[in-house]
């Protein structure tokens, strides 16, 4: 028989195990991803999902008897690849199949623009506006390579022009 005392081990074991992941995924994510942020949600998400399969999935295993060392240490390792089942059900009921074109659709957008460039874009989501000796100075490019990279941005249709000469500056569109 299962006591509470029980699940609330499990629950805390598996939640471990869960951050763990969660923490380790940010982690990848940081170090991989150019333009990485944070979305808190699915983070919650992913945390109270690996949790509850955790959970439960030790709980299942105590019941059957499959494991003969300590069930705290299965709860932190389902928590751990909790989230691992929850992307193979929605897989398998084809559930992500938004998500995967919406990714490739990003990644083909930013794929028309060198990687210079993607650092101005970045750069404009956080400033105002931005001019060529700051391009310069974010790319350790020459005058001309930045000039030659912002005028092709305001071809595209990502950045605005504004000024002449050492006036001139740059906004996204």
Known sequence: MIDLVSIASFMFYSGLGAITRTLFGIYKAYVSVINFKIDWKRVFVE?????????????????????????????????????????????????????????????????????RQIVALEYLKNH???????????????????????VKLVKKGKLKRFGKGKSTYYTLR
């Open 47 to 115: 945390v109270i999902a690996s949790m509850f399969f955790g959970t439960f999935g030790a709980l299942i295993l105590k019941e059957v008897g499959v494991f003969n060392f300590s069930m705290l240490i299965t709860a932190l390792i389902a928590g751990f690849f909790g989230a691992d089942i929850v992307s193979l059900i929605t897989k398998k009921f084809g559930l992500t199949k938004g998500l995967e074109v919406k990714v490739v659709e990003q990644q083909v957008a930013l794929s028309e623009f060198n990687q």
């Open 128 to 150: 105002k506006k931005i001019t060529n000796s700051i391009y310069q100075k974010l790319n350790q490019v020459d005058k001309h390579t930045a000039k030659r990279d912002l």
